[in-house]
């Protein structure tokens, strides 16, 4: 039992790459960390709530960028849980297994298409669609801005929070059901009064983890969020994102100081995500322990 | 088809008439042709070796059959005259109660809450003293009272198994049934729970009619008064249990009660 025992090399060669993963994210934590190193010193805590993002005159404050995430995601999730709600039910309790199978699996499909599909879309019929609201509402009608970066995160997170509601509710068991069926309970005091009670902590996981999308989505919201850095002033304002800021001023960052104030972001931006994700995991981990 | 000397009619008054009653799985029959009435404010145990189509049959009775996939019933049952199959399965959910195999006590809600259960997922609100009065009513009912008298607020899971399956006879009681369906109740339980169960099944009989499904012999020489045998899905024989276990009239009977199968 050498180092030429086949099983061996495979054994350690698994154990290797898996090894690798951790070592990849702990880097990446490690190089944004090292990279913002300049940005933290200069800037510290002001960073977080500074107003004011002018490279030129090399001030740099993230809060704009902090609440363009916040209220995008957010937004996002509120316009997407009703759907996500409704389908994951519909697919998990009503739909017959044969549609449910077909809808689950176009719902995949959803999941797949390219980020830059959805922001050309979004740039074609989102802004349009848009426009004509801001234009009845009487606010300035850019057609761009946060209202538009919120309706294409939702329609992209929708999928995975759907699918992820479908699975909890899927996992309810049998018999809690038969048991509401049994006291003379309707199809939707069922669902309502059991199925959703159980699955409670599993439905709030996945929105979590849709979250944890909508935090980082880049391509789509640059695309459609009007990029100005400047905090907003109003839900219908143009902003930016922390992941569009970085997509939009990575490549003409010349100041040693501008790049390190995005990687900062980056680093922001990392930690929010890791945290959102990790949080789902401990409400997932508990309600399989129970 | 069991003939018709196999099938006594129970004396008294009778709640369930059931007339050629066929339940299937698909194209699969799984209860066939089953005529029997079901005696009042008695215990009628279902007796059978498994897979006969016991647990089929009464979960026809309150038209839980057909929440399986595929499922289908054919023929009449007659609650005190009506067809259930012609009525909305909610409103004979509401009369026809069940207990099942596995203590199944919502493990989201509080012990309290699970007796009220057939209220609060049906939207019905109740004032506090009526909700108390009825909570107490229904857990002395199911002997689980002067045990979790003190604990109503802690969740129903935290308790045994055999007290579960009595919280789940409570949670039954509470929506003051005609009949209570038992499927197998004590097949999960340990002898000391399933001998208090038993006990509860001889008590209850006073004031509701039990159909038991069991595939303990014993238990339903025990508990039962009238006793009827299954058999790859028909019933070969009905009558008054003493009857039925001391003189089978059917040579299947009297095989599955010396326990040459099941």
Known sequence: ?290 | MGNKETIVDPRGPIIFDIRNLWAYYGEKPAVKGVTCKIPEKRVTAIMGPSGCGKTTFIRCLNRLHELSPGARVEGEIFLRGKNILEIDPVVVRRRVGMVFQKPNPFPTMTIYDNVLAGYKLLGIRLRREEADRLVEEALRKAALWDEVKDSLHKRGTYLSGGQQQRLCIARALAVKPEVLLMDEPTSALDPKSTAKIEELVVELKKTVTIVIVTHNIAQAGRVSDYAAFFYLGELVEFGPTSQLFTVPRDKRTEEFLKGKFG
């Open chain 1, 1 to 290: 039992m050498g180092w030429g025992d086949p099983d061996r090399i495979f054994y350690r060669l698994c154990w290797g790459f898996s090894l690798g993963m951790v070592f990849l994210v702990l880097g990446i934590g490690i190089t944004l960390f090292w990279g913002s190193l300049p940005s933290l010193k200069a800037f510290g805590w002001h960073f977080l709530v500074g107003r004011i993002w002018d490279p030129v005159n090399e001030k740099f404050g993230a809060l704009p960028f902090l609440v363009g995430t916040l209220i995008t995601s957010f937004g996002a999730l509120i316009l997407t849980l009703p759907f996500a709600l409704s389908s994951g039910i519909f697919l998990a309790e009503y739909a017959p297994p044969r549609v449910a199978d077909a809808l689950s699996t176009v719902i995949d499909l959803l999941a797949g298409i390219p980020s830059v599909i959805y922001g050309l879309w979004a740039l074609f019929y989102l802004v349009p669609l848009v426009r004509w609201v801001e234009m009845k509402l009487g606010v300035i009608p850019f057609g761009l801005g946060l209202p538009t970066a919120s309706l294409v995160l939702a329609v992209m997170i929708l999928p995975y929070a759907a699918s992820i509601i479908r699975e909890v509710l899927r996992m309810v068991p049998h018999e809690l059901k038969e048991a509401a069926y049994g006291l003379g309970a309707t199809r939707w005091e069922v669902i309502r009064g059991v199925s959703i009670p159980y699955g409670l902590s599993g439905i709030v996981a996945g929105l979590l983890l849709s979250l944890g999308r909508a935090l980082g989505e880049t391509m789509a919201v640059t695309m459609v969020i009007g990029n100005r850095s400047e905090m907003p002033r109003s839900p219908w304002d143009l902003a930016n994102t922390m992941a569009s800021v970085i997509a939009n001023e990575f490549t003409e960052a010349s100041r040693d100081i501008h790049l390190s104030a995005l990687i900062e972001i980056g680093l922001l931006l990392f930690l929010i995500t890791l945290a959102v994700n990790i949080l789902a995991r401990i409400i997932i981990l508990r309600l399989q322990v129970r």
